[in-house]
Every structure is written in C-alpha cells, then in structure tokens.
C-alpha cells in the first residue's frame, strides 16, 4: 500500500525548534517530488514547502523561508523537516503529501494522516 | 503569495449542483493549467479529487468536475449527496515554482 507517515509534532516553546520526519512505503520514492503542507487548528491549508526527487529543487513558503529547512533521504524512503525559531503562528498539523506525478506539479494525491506541532510558552 | 479566493461557505439540497469558485492570478492559476481540488471531511487528511483543472483521479465520481476561465478555477459538484458535505481547497502551482492554496470553501448539504 501506498502511504506516508509523519512524525516528531509535538509541543514546543516559542523560539524553540523541532525536527519532523516523514517515512514513505509503497512507492519508489526516489522518483516524486514531496511537499510539507500544514493546517493550523480551525483553519485552511498551508503549503510550506516542496523538495524534489533528487533534491535538486527545494522551495519555501515566504512565512518559513530561513526558518525552516527540508532535506531527503531516498536511500531510507525517507523526509525531514527541521523548523527553528519557532513561532505561535507555526502551530499545525504538519503534513506530507506526494506529487501525483513523477514530472509534474499537478496534484497531491498521496497525504500522510498528520503530526501536530503546537508553538506555545 | 497571497491565498487564492474562495467562497467560505456553500450549500445545496441533495441532488442538486453547486458549483464552487477559486479565484486567482496570472501568477498562478491564470500561468498554468496545474489547478487542484481536494476534500477534506473533518479530522481526515485532504484527498484529491481534481488535478490538471479538468483530470479526476481513479475513484473518484464523476459527479466532480473541474473547470478554468482566466485567473478563476471552478469546481462543480453534481447529484449532491449528503456524503460530500466537506471542506474544499483549490490549489496552483505559482511562477515562483511554489504553491499556494484557497482559503476553503465549506460545504453544506442541506
């Protein structure tokens, strides 16, 4: 079965940091392109971040741009996001989500179940 | 990269259609034809069910259809079931090679 997995939310403290993981089974993961894409409590989504199959391609929100870093693993199927200098406004569910298709940006069409980050003293 | 504007709430009788709206720029949606549509019931992880404006996924019904005009995307739900009754996001990948979602559209079957 195809699946994502996130994990590493948690609370944290302003200023704080936190390192999210993401684990991938099912697919050849060294050939899709995967993005972060979050949802604070009650509210919409949030696309924060995308890194390409081989990692040649990364790309950022501006709200997490120097804060946040992605970084892939394609020997271990897996993804990595480390987020520094923590803020309220940062408090979501974190999730991962594949592209639909190997050379396009056309859909997400493979989400993780979500790991909550909560940004609070 | 400002949110693309959606409606925040719809809603329709059963077996009948709405049709929902995602308004954009030439930055993004207007750029490409790398529009998205995802429901998301509550507490659940969103699921794709149009990609490239018009493409349905397999297993999803063919009562979801997608359409574009310029800078606005739309979705349109037909024979409305109390099963579609979700939140709604429209999404576009941008020129500066990110993406940017709606704000969601909730909708009310009624």
């Known amino acids: 079965e195809v699946q994502l997995a996130e994990s590493g939310g948690g609370l944290v403290k302003p200023g704080g940091s936190l390192r999210l993981s993401c684990a991938a089974s099912?697919?050849?993961?060294?050939?899709?392109?995967i993005n972060w894409v979050r949802q604070a409590p009650g509210k919409g989504l949030e696309w924060v971040s995308s890194?390409?199959?081989?990692?040649?391609?990364?790309h950022y929100a501006d709200s997490v741009k120097g804060r946040f870093t992605v970084s892939r693993d394609n020997a271990k199927n897996s993804l990595s996001l480390q987020m520094h200098s923590l803020r309220a406004e940062d408090t979501a569910v974190y999730y991962c989500?594949?592209?639909?298709?190997?050379?396009?940006?056309?859909?997400?069409?493979?989400w993780g179940q979500g790991t909550l980050v909560t940004v609070s003293s | 990269q400002s949110a693309l504007t959606q409606p925040a709430s719809v809603s329709g009788s059963p077996g009948q259609s709405i049709t929902i709206s995602c308004t954009g720029t030439?930055?993004?949606?207007?750029?490409?034809?790398?529009v998205s549509w995802y429901q998301q019931h509550p507490g659940k992880a969103p699921k794709l069910i149009i990609f490239?404006?018009?493409h349905r996924p397999s297993g999803v019904s063919n009562r979801f259809s997608g359409s574009k005009s310029g800078n606005t995307a739309s979705l349109t739900i037909s024979g409305l079931q109390a099963e579609d009754e979700a939140d709604y996001y429209c999404?576009?990948?941008?020129?500066?090679?990110?993406?940017?979602f709606g704000g969601g559209t909730k909708l009310t079957v009624l």
């Open positions: 989500a594949r592209d639909r298709d190997e050379w396009s940006p056309d859909g997400l069409n493979i």
């Open positions: 099912g697919f050849i993961f060294s050939s899709y392109t």
């Open positions: 890194i390409s199959s081989s990692s040649l391609y990364i």
């Open positions: 030439s930055s993004d949606i207007g750029g490409y034809n790398y």
């Open positions: 490239d404006v018009t």
């Open positions: 999404s576009s990948y941008t020129t500066t090679n990110t993406r940017v």
